[in-house]
Each structure stands twice: as structure tokens, then as C-alpha cells.
């Protein structure tokens, strides 16, 4: 080791010509001319002045920089997010209020030291998982906001998704070391430990807790393992045209839904290893994320283009007309995950412009944006009572909001007056939606979309196998042999 030079430490006072920081030797101040002391004196000052100003100028450039370029590149992994906020008393979770009229609690979680890319509720609500680019696994408690578990050995390189099994017994987690590792989450033991050969950018467990379907970034494929054994099932290579971004399975662990760059949807059978539907060009820029609904009758997808949509996964069928049209007006950037509730009348979303949104599914409109972070927000999260909400952002926190009394708040209540909104209980599933009291049809639609929707489908059922085999209105079906 090269032995160090004789200077102290820098201080925020030595600045160089450019205005950066630089070592201060100590070293004793450098003699003043006899007779030429006002020459020197005004010389040393004027020099003060320009280092000043280079100090101040260089972080206004690099301000203008991040601004200009954050909007150009919405995944840029390498960009470093801005460095924790300095807090006067010691930094610890509180409960606060977000907006005068808005109203909603919520309490905020410090303890990563990069972008959160990943986070779920799991052990009925008390506890978080929550994965980061500084290359942990994280458990919280989700009551006092700490740590209870950092999951080891940890992965060598940044955690790009973590997931969990319905029961709360295992947890997983992708790497950009290419590999996708399991814990016991009670113990924290390492179960397992899965090397691909290219970057793996999703990993979910399947609902009943049997298999791990992975989305592959060069192979432009899914991966799908047996969770008992660690072995592979089926690897469907160039699944898509381009790098898969997000995966998931379907209520029944029968199908996997896989979203990728090249803007388009499919739909996967585990049984027959084929593929049932595909929906080229299903947004007008990359898919980020996509989630079933409860039923499994529906997908939402999450896009780049700013827009969340709705799709009938035996048709292909996206609802472009109605309630959710309004899906594509609430985020002002690129829409970056999305999640229903348990219930499915309830969606969140997140997004690059640093919000997170709730939606009311049945009509389509947005409840409430929810903002509070300062950067991008990577993931969401609604827990199974519709509570809470967690968001995870690459401003290195997450967010746990009380969104209990949401039809509560002033907000929400005026809002919903501005759209002219009634609330009526669906006479098939007993859940309240809402309903303009303008439409002429008010008085005799008595169930929700979703209901109405199914018993469309039910009354088509008949026809389904003619329809497997003919375009679908937005989107194409595609078996493969």
C-alpha cells in the first residue's frame, strides 16, 4: 500500500480552480510581502470569491444534468439515487400527514442503502419483505418499522424482485448475479440456490407454493422450477422478441402471464407447455409489470407509455371503453408496477414520477395519488385487508400508508362528487361499486363490471373453442405445438 501524502483531510473550505474538493496540506501560510500587504490581502480574496462560486456552480449543473436525463432513461440501474435526506434529530419511522385534504397516514422505513426494487406484505399483514439494489433481503415488522431478519448469505450483486409463498414459509429472490436464491423465512436458512446463465430480472411463486416461474433477460424466456427439488420444469427460450420484464402466475398455478420490451402480453399453460394467447402490441411502449385479479379472469398490465390496462385473458380483449379508459390518465410518467387488492376493487399503482396511485377498479377512476417520495417508486403493494399500502422507491425507503378510511377523506368525497358518482351494493358478489348518476342505465345496472363481465363470459362459454382459434379484438391468439 502507497504510503499517504503529508495533508490533512479535505474540509468543505479547500476548493481547487474547478471548484472541487481538494487536500489541504498542513502546511504554515505562505509569507506576505513586506510594503505590498493590501496588494496580497485584495489578490487572496478576489481568489476566495472564484473558488466560492466554482463550489456553488458545480452541483446546480449536476442538478440541471439529472434533471434533464432522469426522463430519458427510466431504468437506469447504474445512475446512483440521491443520497439519504440529513434529519437534525435521529432518523427513526413516524406517522405523519401527507396532504391537508388527503389525509393519509403513513409511516416511512430507512434502512437500505440503494434503490428498494422489490416489497409484499406476508404472515397476515404484521410483517414486509422487501428487496434492494444494495444487494439485500430485508424483513420488517410491519407494526414498529425494524428489522427483523436480513437474509443471508446475500446475493452478489443487486435484488431486482423477491417473493413469497401464499403461507409465508419460503421466500425468493432474483440477482443481477444471475442467480435466484430461497430462504426459510422463519429461520432465514438458505434452501436453495439457482444459477442461469443470463441476468434473471423476475422470480414468483406460484399461489400454491410448487413452483418458481422466472423471466430471463437475454434469453428473452421463462423459466420454470420445482420448488421441493430446485429443478427445472420448462425453459421456453425466446419466448418474446425481446427481454422479458416481468412474470407471473395465474389463482390456479395453471398459467403464467409473461410482459416483456417488445410491448407485448402471453399467456403460457404449464400442463400442455404451450402457449394460449398473445397479444402483440398490447401497449405503445415496454410493459414494466403485470398482476391477475383474484378470479384469474383478468390481467392488468402496467406500461412505459404511462397507461395501466385491463384484459380479459380467454379473449384477449382489452376494455377500451367505460370505466377504464380513465386507467391511462393517473400517472404523468412511465407506470412502473401495479397490484390489486384481494378483492380485486382496489388497484395501485406506481410510477416514475414519484406517486403512487389508487385506483377504484370497478369504475375505473383514481381515488387518490399518494405522493411523498422523492424519486422514482419501484414496486407496490395492498395488503389483504385493503388497509395498507407499501410502496418501495429508488429514494431508498419504503412507505407503509393507512389507506382504512379512504372513502373518508374530504379528497376522495370531493372527487367523487366532481365525477358525479353513486354508490350502489352488486347484487351478485355483494361488494359496493360505483356508478355515474348521469348514465341512463343507472337505475338498472345492480352488479359490477366484474360480475357482469362473467356472466358474459358464461353466456359465451359455448362458443369459447371457436374463439381459441380466430383473431380476438386487441390482440392475436397463438398456440404453439
Known amino acids: 500500500m502507497a504510503s499517504q501524502p503529508p495533508c490533512a483531510p479535505s474540509s468543505p473550505d479547500a476548493a481547487d480552480e474547478d471548484g472541487k474538493t481538494a487536500p489541504q496540506c498542513s502546511l504554515p501560510p505562505p ?16 481568489m476566495a470569491l472564484a473558488k466560492a462560486y466554482g463550489r456553488f456552480k458545480l452541483p446546480i449543473l ?3 444534468r439529472d434533471r434533464w436525463l432522469a426522463p430519458v432513461d427510466p431504468l437506469a440501474i447504474a445512475t446512483d439515487s440521491p443520497p439519504p435526506e440529513e434529519h437534525l434529530m435521529p432518523e427513526k419511522t413516524f406517522w405523519g400527514d401527507q396532504e391537508p385534504l388527503s389525509k393519509i397516514p403513513f409511516k ?26 444494495d444487494c439485500t433481503v430485508k424483513l420488517w415488522d410491519a407494526v414498529d418499522g425494524s428489522v427483523v431478519r436480513d437474509f443471508k448469505p446475500r446475493p452478489g450483486a443487486p435484488v431486482l424482485e423477491c417473493s413469497i409463498t401464499a403461507d409465508s414459509r419460503r421466500i425468493i429472490a432474483a440477482s443481477y448475479d444471475k442467480t435466484v436464491r430461497a430462504w426459510d423465512l422463519e429461520t432465514g436458512e438458505l434452501l436453495w440456490k439457482i444459477s442461469h446463465e443470463t441476468l434473471v430480472v423476475s422470480c414468483k411463486f406460484s399461489p400454491d407454493g410448487k413452483y418458481v416461474v422466472s423471466g430471463l433477460d437475454v434469453d428473452c424466456g421463462i423459466c420454470i422450477t ?8 420448462s425453459h421456453i427460450k425466446d419466448h418474446h422478441e425481446r427481454s422479458v420484464t416481468a412474470c407471473c402466475f395465474d389463482p390456479d398455478s395453471q398459467k403464467v402471464a409473461s410482459v416483456s420490451m417488445d410491448k407485448s402480453i402471453k399467456i403460457w399453460d404449464v400442463t400442455s407447455q404451450a ?47 367505460g370505466a377504464c379508459v380513465t386507467l391511462m390518465q393517473g400517472h404523468e410518467g412511465s407506470v412502473s408496477s401495479c397490484h390489486f387488492a384481494r378483492d380485486t376493487s382496489l388497484l395501485v399503482s406506481g410510477g416514475f414520477d414519484r406517486t403512487v396511485a389508487i385506483w377504484d377498479v370497478g369504475e375505473g377512476y383514481r381515488k387518490l395519488s399518494l405522493k411523498g417520495h422523492n424519486d422514482w417508486v419501484m414496486d407496490v403493494a395492498i395488503s389483504n385487508n385493503k388497509k395498507w399500502i407499501l410502496s418501495a422507491s429508488k429514494d431508498r425507503s419504503m412507505r407503509l400508508w393507512n389507506i382504512e378510511e379512504i372513502d373518508e377523506i374530504p379528497l376522495v368525497i370531493e372527487y367523487k362528487k366532481a365525477l358525479g358518482l353513486k354508490v350502489k351494493q352488486c347484487e351478485g358478489c355483494d361488494r359496493p361499486f360505483s356508478i355515474y348518476e348521469s ?20 353466456a359465451e362459454g359455448s362458443s369459447s373453442s371457436e374463439r381459441e382459434d380466430s383473431p380476438s379484438r386487441g390482440g392475436s391468439l397463438d398456440k404453439d405445438d
Not at 509569507?31 to 478576489?46: E, F, I, K, T
Not at 416511512?108 to 439494489?133: M, N, P, W
Not at 420445482?226 to 420444469?233: F, Y
Open 31 to 46: 509569507l506576505v510581502p513586506a510594503g505590498d500587504g493590501a496588494h496580497w490581502s485584495r489578490r487572496l480574496s478576489l
Open 62 to 64: 449536476e442538478t440541471r
Open 108 to 133: 416511512i422505513l430507512r434502512e437500505h442503502q440503494h434503490t428498494v426494487s422489490s416489497c409484499h406484505f406476508c404472515a397476515d399483514d404484521t410483517k414486509l419483505l422487501s428487496g434492494s439494489y
Open 226 to 233: 420445482d420448488v421441493e427439488n430446485a429443478t427445472t420444469v
Open 275 to 321: 402457449t394460449l394467447l398473445t397479444i402483440t402490441k398490447a401497449h405503445s411502449s415496454a410493459i414494466s409489470n403485470c398482476c391477475f385479479t383474484f378470479s384469474g379472469h383478468f390481467l392488468c398490465t402496467s406500461s412505459w407509455d404511462k397507461t395501466l390496462k385491463i384484459w380479459n385473458v380467454h379473449t384477449g380483449e382489452f376494455r377500451n371503453c
Open 439 to 458: 348514465d341512463i342505465f343507472s337505475e338498472t345496472v345492480t352488479k359490477c363490471v366484474f360480475c357482469r363481465m362473467d356472466a358474459n363470459d358464461s
